[in-house]
């Protein structure tokens, strides 16, 4: 009998998959525990896990474990070196929720740029002359500039385009002649280009070069009117430089769905500011989106148990 570590539950349609199996059981942890799953994982043969950290302490107790199935995209929770050192596959629902994520970015972009949170505030109080401010402002036209183009980037810069924006995109990994034969501007330098977007969106795990991409230097480069969006990783915007533009100016507004740290802290300075919308890390997280995660984890999972793993959700191929 295989079995499957579910480190944090998800959906019950992909709880199904795993029940539909008389060869397979499982057992469902919190993951709040490093001690308990050091225990649990010494015996599984795959594991599924949400956000909860995996470090290497945890993967070493691994006597049988054939592949981590991550629900979602991201894995900067997990010690990749470590699974690798231990030829073991990290698997990832790489086509479960791009959409979601593509709708919540253009959602905050048109938030911020309709003043929704202001104007719907402003009704409540009685304040109708805030009409005549002339506040907001068209996407049609904009400057949009994409950092990463995956999955979610490529999905995000067709909902842009279907705007009318004006789509750039960095991505160091991805053929400037496939971005550009999609319709795109592909920029090899995108600090070059920052002073003409208005709009700086981001797309692309977070790493070590990735780690405060967006600084102070960053945001001063955009124009006054810019906005920024992050339905990526928090860390990717350095938060307190990001703050200060948005208290002093130097930019305009900002879409925020990941923190630095999660939760965040109940004085966050961001909270204090009405040039921002937040979100509690949901951007992928839609009724739907969270029932194709759920079944593409359970799917990669016993795909690990039965050694039929699909390469294209597997981040470190090199262990196949």
């Given at each position: 009998m295989a079995k499957v570590l579910i480190i944090q539950p998800f959906h019950e349609d992909g709880m199904a998959l795993l029940e539909a199996r008389d060869d397979v059981d499982f057992e469902i942890v919190d993951g709040r525990s490093e001690a308990e799953l050091a225990e649990k994982i010494e015996d599984a043969d795959a594991a599924t896990i949400r956000t909860a950290p995996l470090p290497a302490s945890v993967i070493g107790k691994a006597k049988r474990l054939k592949v981590v199935s991550r629900h979602g995209?991201?894995?900067?929770?997990?010690?990749v070196a470590a699974l690798t050192e231990r030829?073991?596959?990290?698997?990832?629902a790489a086509d479960a929720n791009a959409t979601a994520v593509a709708e919540h970015t253009l959602f905050l972009m048109l938030a911020?740029?309709?003043q929704a949170l202001r104007h719907d505030r402003a009704v409540r109080e009685g304040n109708w002359e805030i009409r005549n401010r002339f506040e907001t402002v068209d996407l049609?036209?904009?400057r949009v500039l994409l950092l990463g183009y995956g999955r979610i980037g490529r999905e995000v810069a067709r909902r842009c385009a279907a705007f009318d924006m004006q789509v750039a995109v960095y991505d160091p990994y991805v053929q400037a002649n496939l971005i550009e034969a999609d319709g795109y501007?592909?920029?090899?330098?995108?600090a070059a280009v920052l002073a003409e977007?208005?709009?700086l969106t981001v797309h692309m795990p977070?790493?070590?070069?990735?780690r405060h991409l967006i600084g102070k230097a960053e945001l001063a480069a955009l124009p006054g009117h810019a906005l920024v969006i992050n339905c990526a990783r928090g860390g990717i915007f350095d938060e307190d430089a990001l703050h200060e533009a948005l208290t002093s100016g130097g930019i305009a507004g900002a879409g925020i769905d990941?923190?630095?740290?999660?939760?965040p802290p109940e004085n966050h300075p961001l909270f204090a500011l009405d040039n921002v919308i937040l979100s509690p890390h949901t951007a992928g997280m839609s009724r739907e989106a969270a029932i194709r995660m759920a079944i593409s984890t359970a799917r990669n999972a016993l795909a690990g148990i039965d050694g039929k793993h699909d390469p294209s959700m597997i981040v470190n191929r090199e262990v196949l």
């Open positions: 995209v991201g894995y900067d929770n997990i010690d030829g073991i596959p990290l698997a990832i911020l740029a309709k049609m036209g904009r501007r592909s920029v090899p330098d995108f977007t208005e709009i977070l790493a070590a070069e990735s990941v923190f630095e740290q999660e939760p």
